[in-house]
Structures are given as structure tokens and as C-alpha cells.
T-cell receptor, first 109, second 119 residues
């Protein structure tokens, strides 16, 4: 069983819509959860992190964490074509990060 | 701005060549750096944890004699792919935590990555 699972997609949404990205993890000792965006050929860049149950909002992005269900999600409101990228969920245990396989998002103009 | 610098950004070389990749922390000291490898359309896989002044910790399945890591200073870690072969072609990325004793929720900062192509 993979430690961090994501739907690989591709996920396509029209411009202006809400994109919903999901991630589940297996290690209940996981402490922090991160969402990274990776454009093709580039290294990951941090979008958000969350470590408490509930929602955390930052601009158009909202991260949601449910530790009981071992589930973390990322909502992107008012999606823009520039949001088209692969989104990586990463889970931290200790000082190590474990990444999911990523979800490819395409925002259609 | 960038907090981790990685060089070179791209390497193309012949099979059998050894390739060195540098990872530098900018304006902070990194006692620990991480080296990842990413194959096309795959996720980042941790290869090893580089520890300043001591041996690197390698993940299961990663050959330490193949991927030599040196972390001789608080701002520089190097990864040398020895006698590289086509199957070593990949995207190699390093990262570091900016605050050594920072909170557990602090993110890793990534370098821009090195695209290695072995002919």
C-alpha cells in the first residue's frame, strides 16, 4: 500500500471553476501536510501547508485536513489557466517528506 | 527569492561519466539536506539525507557507492553520480529546511533541480 495516494488525473476544469485535489495517507503519525505545485520540467514550489484539523485558507487556495480519515485536500477557487500543473501532496513524519504521485490539473480557458 | 541553489541545471554526457551536482543553501546554514530523484510523470523519491560532517543516510534500494554524497560544509552538499548509465537519467532535486531547529511544520525548500541525460 502506498504511503501517500493521490488520484493521478488528469483533472480538467474550466476557467473560473473550483478544482478539488485529494490525498490520503497511511501513517497516523504524520505531523504536517504540504501541497506543492510543479510545472513541467521545474522543481516543486510550496503552495500551502496544514497541520491542524479543519480548513486553512490562503487567497484562492484552501487546504482541508481530516486526521481521523487520514485525508487532506486542496481546493483552488476561480481556477486560472496558469494553475495548470501537477500538484503534489507531501506528508511529513519526523524530518522526512513522503510525496504522493501527483495530480495533473488542466484549467481550460 | 530562492533559498536553495542547485547547479548545474542540465547535464548531458556519455555513459560511464561521473557527474557532480551541487546544492547550496543561500543565507542560511543547512546541517541536513535531502536529495530526491524524479522520473518522468512520477513523484519525487527520496534518495538520501545528507548530513553535514557525517555520512549520508541512504534510502532502501539506493546504492551508496553509485550516488556519492558529500556534505563538507554547512552550506554545500554534493551528489556525484558515478559511472552514470542511461538508466540514471532523471531529474535530481535537492532540498533543505531553512531553520535547523524550526517547527515541525516548516516546509522544505527545493532547488531548481538538475536534468541529467546519459547518452
Amino acid at each position: 500500500q502506498k504511503e501517500v495516494e493521490q488520484n493521478s488525473g488528469p483533472l480538467s476544469v474550466p476557467e473560473g471553476a473550483i478544482a478539488s485535489l485529494n490525498c490520503t495517507y497511511s501513517d497516523r503519525g504524520s505531523q504536517s501536510f504540504f501541497w506543492y505545485r510543479q510545472y513541467s520540467g521545474k522543481s516543486p514550489e510550496l503552495i500551502m501547508f496544514i497541520y491542524s484539523n479543519g480548513d486553512k485558507e490562503d487567497g484562492r487556495f484552501t487546504a482541508q485536513l481530516n486526521k481521523a480519515s487520514q485525508y487532506v485536500s486542496l481546493l483552488i477557487r476561480d481556477s486560472q489557466p496558469s494553475d495548470s500543473a501537477t500538484y503534489l501532496c507531501a506528508v511529513k513524519v519526523g524530518r522526512q517528506l513522503t510525496f504522493g504521485s501527483g495530480t495533473q490539473l488542466t484549467v481550460l480557458p | 527569492g530562492a533559498v536553495v541553489s542547485q547547479h548545474p541545471s542540465r547535464v548531458i554526457c556519455k555513459s560511464g561519466t561521473s557527474v557532480k551536482i551541487e546544492c547550496r543553501s543561500l543565507d542560511f546554514q543547512a546541517t541536513t539536506m535531502f536529495w530526491y530523484r524524479q522520473f518522468p510523470k512520477k513523484s519525487l523519491m527520496l534518495m538520501a539525507t545528507s548530513n553535514e560532517g557525517s555520512k549520508a543516510t541512504y534510502e532502501q534500494g539506493v546504492e551508496k557507492d553509485k550516488f556519492l554524497i558529500n556534505h563538507a560544509s554547512l552550506t554545500l552538499s554534493t551528489l556525484t553520480v558515478t559511472s552514470a548509465h542511461p538508466e540514471d537519467s532523471s531529474f535530481y532535486i535537492c532540498s533543505a529546511y531553512k531553520n535547523r531547529a524550526g517547527p515541525s511544520n516548516q516546509p522544505q525548500h527545493f532547488g531548481d533541480g538538475t536534468r541529467l541525460s546519459i547518452l
